[in-house]
């Protein structure tokens, strides 16, 4: 049979509609999900024995030679081709693919490679139990689906034959011993670097608290998916739950309360949040960081003279007690900055006038405020100033000319708790 004519003008690319672009890219993606299929022909063939005649050990192998690449790249599309074409055996008698009507589907251009290797999969999974007919009408059924649906749909397809046909599932097995493991290497930089397993219990709890921290705040503009990316926002989720978990009464550290850590700082430095400081005698850090710090984490600040020769070993009237975290929860109801929505579990306590500069460590002194929050107060040219008691914002210029002071209209908009 003759290929058909091509349903698109024969137009430059740019005179054609957005609709004569779209049915060119069907076109060619079908011509090239033809082209692949006879590849994978050519491959099938290949493994009845011509790879050994060629010297080499495997199919694979000999793939990856002629496509100048590795075995790893070439073994997933070697085991596609085996699986939708025959193979011969002795005296060249023809063995049944174990996918033939997706192979025949493929070979139309009516499915993906992906569409391809889902099917094979569930095909794969269905017990052995199952008769050679109910197999081809499961295959059958699956090649009519994933010739219009996309992988989602395909893939719950998948999913619905497999309960059908093997209502029970896998044989139970007994319940294992929690499997958890944890390594993490500090850097020269004082950055560290995890990995680490977690069994399936496990995975799921820390999952079950981990990927709601970890969502886009639809109400904030600036936090923008396009700007950060999932895997910074897993670490953000991430030191959320540390946070949560140092601030808990019975969290255990050093001190045997909330988080303790060693910040070494010439005194000058810190008052013009200039030059480096020291956390925990290994890492250094910015001066700003160690004020962001010296906010509500608690760190036992070693202030220097210009000798290097301490000053002061901390000063336990800083930190925030619990009950002005509770009239802080009170009164700004989460995070106080305009327009967050965090609620006060996701906060620190920031200073209004700096802990080192002589700032209170009273409520008239203090704001909540959210990780994010809180850096951004202290690294950019937003201002805060306490108004009758209530924490007001003055945004950069470059946002609002006339610099008018903003408020956190959320929070007060909701009801108060009983």
């Known amino acids: 049979m003759s290929e058909p004519s091509s349903l698109v003008p024969q137009r430059e690319l740019w005179q054609l509609t957005a609709r004569e672009k779209a049915a060119a890219l069907r076109e060619e993606l079908m011509s090239l999900w033809q082209q692949e299929s006879r590849v994978y022909r050519i491959i099938a063939d290949l493994d009845n024995g011509g790879s050994r005649e060629l010297g080499y050990a495997s199919t694979t192998a000999l793939v990856a030679e002629i496509a100048r690449t590795s075995s790893a790249a070439v073994r997933k599309m070697v085991a596609r081709a085996i699986a939708l074409n025959p193979s011969h055996g002795v005296g060249g008698v023809e063995i049944p693919a174990a996918a033939p009507l997706t192979g025949e589907a493929a070979a139309e251009g009516a499915i993906s490679a992906q569409h391809a290797d889902a099917i094979v999969a569930a095909l794969r999974s269905i017990p052995a139990t199952v008769s050679a007919e109910e197999r081809e009408r499961t295959e059958k059924t699956l090649v009519d689906l994933a010739r219009n649906a996309g992988m989602s749909e395909l893939a719950q397809g998948c999913q619905r034959l497999r309960d059908t046909l ?24 004082g950055s560290v670097k995890f990995d680490g397993y977690l069994d399936p219990i496990s995975g799921a709890k820390t999952l079950a608290l981990l990927e709601p921290l970890a969502k886009p705040r639809k109400d ?26 140092a601030s808990h009464p019975e969290s255990p550290n050093r001190s ?20 480096k400081a020291c956390l925990d005698m290994v890492t250094d850090i910015t001066a700003s ?29 800083r930190l ?12 700004d109801r989460g995070c106080a900055f305009p327009g967050c929505t965090r609620k006060p579990r996701h906060c620190e306590a920031h200073h209004v006038l700096p802990w080192h500069a002589g700032g209170k460590t009273d409520l008239g002194n203090l704001v909540l405020l959210c990780g994010y929050h809180h850096r951004l107060l202290h690294n950019s040219d937003w201002t805060l100033r306490m108004v009758n008691g209530h924490p007001e914002f003055t945004p950069p ?3 609002d000319p006339w610099r008018r002071p903003r408020t956190n209209t959320i929070h007060t908009a909701q009801p108060r708790a009983a």
């Open 397 to 399: 210029a470059f946002l």
């Open 320 to 331: 925030v007690t619990e009950a002005i975290r509770y009239m802080l929860a009170i009164r």
């Open 166 to 189: 093997d209502p029970d599932g896998a044989e139970p097995r007994d319940t294992p011993e929690p499997a958890r493991s944890m390594r993490w290497h500090t850097r020269k930089d």
């Open 289 to 317: 960081e160690a004020r962001i710090l010296a906010c509500d984490c608690k760190i036992i600040p070693a202030i220097l003279d210009g000798a290097g020769q301490p000053l002061e070993m901390g000063r336990a009237k």
């Open 256 to 275: 045997g309360s909330r988080a303790d850590l060693i910040v070494t700082i010439p005194l000058d430095d810190l008052k013009r949040e200039l030059g």
């Open 220 to 245: 904030d503009p600036s936090d923008n998916p396009l700007v950060r990316g999932q895997a910074e926002r897993n670490g953000d989720a991430f030191m959320e739950m540390v946070t949560l978990a």
